[in-house]
Structure formats: structure tokens, C-alpha cells
């Protein structure tokens, strides 16, 4: 490992870093068991730039995009992003856990991989082969593919009526900043194509706004401004369509009643709700078929 830190050359997890580079091999199918002894944190930062940090292995491994693509589409990049990333997928580990899961023999969906900044980070604990992704929008999926994912991508229909992969097919579905951005008719519609999905003992972490977001200075201006055709608003809900043809992308903020009920209208019992000060504004949801 070509790192400039000695303190990381000499931490406990230095020797598996050292083996992963001289044994992994390039379809990655052994890179869960390689990975078992380093942190989730760590091998993050090994994936910010896996050519420097693993002279023979790197190339193995899916690229970073740009600064300037991973700012354009999740407003961070870099470390700062790493850190989102990294909390997310720590609940997601979490809740595995709870429901007696092993991350390693988990059949896993990323819905809305995006250029597969969390997806990248399940090498961890399997190949590519154990995660498929999907996203409604073509872009997504190509930029995923430039970066070098070798999981399944598949294009899913914005309302899943028809589903991307066949029902219960799934243990782990986890949808990052989804459904932070789809009108209620639409969140509904994505639960229950995604409970469809979900093994009858699965788990689905996905995550919302609450309605705290509108008070933060640019939110609050495209609220004051929005006009009442692309505005709704109630107590349980706050929807604002974005300008543009869809009907069903926009912004949202949702009450835990609100959630609670449109959970259960489809099949799903939430089960825990998670605040952090990493992302405040993502709350981390962790839900069950009934």
C-alpha cells in the first residue's frame, strides 16, 4: 500500500490492506473475505483513489468521478462525502444486524445507485455479483458503468409498476436520498414496488427530509417563491415540484405519521428511525415487511 501516513502502515489492519493488494483477484469475487479485518472507513478512503493506494490491486477497483460531478449531484465530495457515505452505510450494516443478517450472504439492491457512491462501498463485504443496482434515470447508470462497477445496472420504471428485478428476490434494499425527492403518489408507489421486492424477512433502510429542511436559506427561498400549482402542503406533507415535465420529482418533507401510515398502506412496519449530525437532513429509516 503506497500511503504517505506510517501511522496507517502500522495500524492493526496494515497487513490485511497489504494482503487485499497482492491476493484480490481482478472480478473482485474475493474481496469480501479479504476485506472481513479492515474498517468500513478505511476502506472508503482506499476507494477515493484505489490506483495510489493499492499498487497491483487498484486498477481492480471502481474510480471516483470528479469533483465536480460528485458536487453537481449530491452537493459534497471528497472525505466530507466519504463521511455521509460511510454513516449511511453503517446504519444499513445496523440494521442487518438487528435482524440477525449476515452482510456477506445478503442479496442487496442499491434503488437509485446514482454513480454507485454507496454501492462501491458494499465491496467490503462482497463482490459485485451480491448487489444489483437501479436508477429511472439512463445518466445515472452510464456514469456508473464509466466509473467501473461490474454490478448489475438496470433502468426501473419511476413508479415501479413494472418492477426492475422479480418480487422477493432481495435481503437488503436500502434507497439513499430516493425518496427525499418524489411526490407522495410516487413514494407510495416505490414502497410498494420495493416491499414487492423485499424477502418476506428482509430489511429496507431508505431515508426522508423532515420538515426542518425547509428552514435552511435556500429551500426556504424556492418554497416562498414556489407557485401554488407546484406546491403541496399540510401538516404531514410538504411537496414542491421541481420545474420541469415530471409530475413526480421535486422536494419533500414528510411527518413520521405521514410515513408510519404510507408504510403500512403497502406492507412495511417501520422499525427505527435515525438523527445524525453528519446529514441532519436525511433522516435514516429502517423498515420490515409486516
Request: net charge negative; charged share 25%; hydrophobic share 40%.
Amino acid at each position: 500500500m503506497t500511503t504517505g501516513d506510517p501511522w496507517i502502515r502500522e495500524a492493526l489492519w496494515s497487513e490485511a490492506i497489504d494482503r487485499l493488494d497482492r491476493e484480490l483477484s481482478e472480478d473482485l469475487s474475493n474481496i469480501g473475505e479479504l476485506c472481513r479485518e479492515i474498517p468500513l472507513r478505511i476502506f472508503g478512503q482506499i476507494l477515493l483513489d484505489p490506483v495510489a493506494s493499492l499498487d497491483r490491486a487498484g486498477p481492480f477497483l471502481p474510480t471516483m468521478p470528479s469533483d465536480d460531478v460528485q458536487q453537481l449531484w449530491t452537493g459534497n465530495c471528497g472525505v466530507p462525502l466519504l463521511e455521509q457515505s460511510v454513516d449511511f452505510m453503517r446504519t444499513v450494516v445496523e440494521a442487518a444486524a438487528l435482524h440477525e443478517m449476515d452482510p456477506h450472504d445478503s442479496r442487496v439492491l442499491d434503488f437509485g445507485i446514482g454513480w454507485g457512491r454507496l454501492a462501491r462501498l458494499w465491496l467490503k463485504y462482497g463482490g459485485p455479483g451480491q448487489l444489483d443496482g437501479c436508477d429511472a434515470w439512463e445518466d445515472s447508470l452510464e456514469k456508473s458503468r464509466e466509473c467501473g462497477l461490474r454490478n448489475r445496472l438496470v433502468r426501473s420504471d419511476p413508479l415501479l409498476d413494472d418492477l426492475p428485478f422479480e418480487e422477493s428476490s432481495f435481503d437488503i434494499i436500502w434507497a439513499f436520498s430516493v425518496f427525499t425527492h418524489l411526490s407522495p403518489k410516487a413514494m407510495h408507489d416505490g414502497f410498494a414496488g420495493l416491499r414487492r421486492m423485499l424477502k418476506q424477512r428482509g430489511t429496507l433502510v431508505f431515508t426522508v427530509r423532515p420538515h426542518s429542511y425547509w428552514d435552511l436559506p435556500q429551500p426556504r427561498e424556492l418554497l416562498d417563491a414556489a407557485t401554488q400549482d407546484r406546491l403541496i402542503s399540510s401538516d404531514d406533507v410538504t411537496f414542491l415540484q421541481h420545474q420541469s415535465a415530471d409530475p413526480y420529482y421535486g422536494d419533500i418533507s414528510v411527518s413520521a405519521r405521514f410515513l408510519k401510515e404510507t408504510c403500512r398502506s403497502v406492507g412495511l412496519e417501520i422499525v427505527s428511525m435515525g438523527w445524525g449530525t453528519i446529514d441532519p437532513y436525511q433522516i435514516a429509516v429502517i423498515a420490515r415487511p409486516i
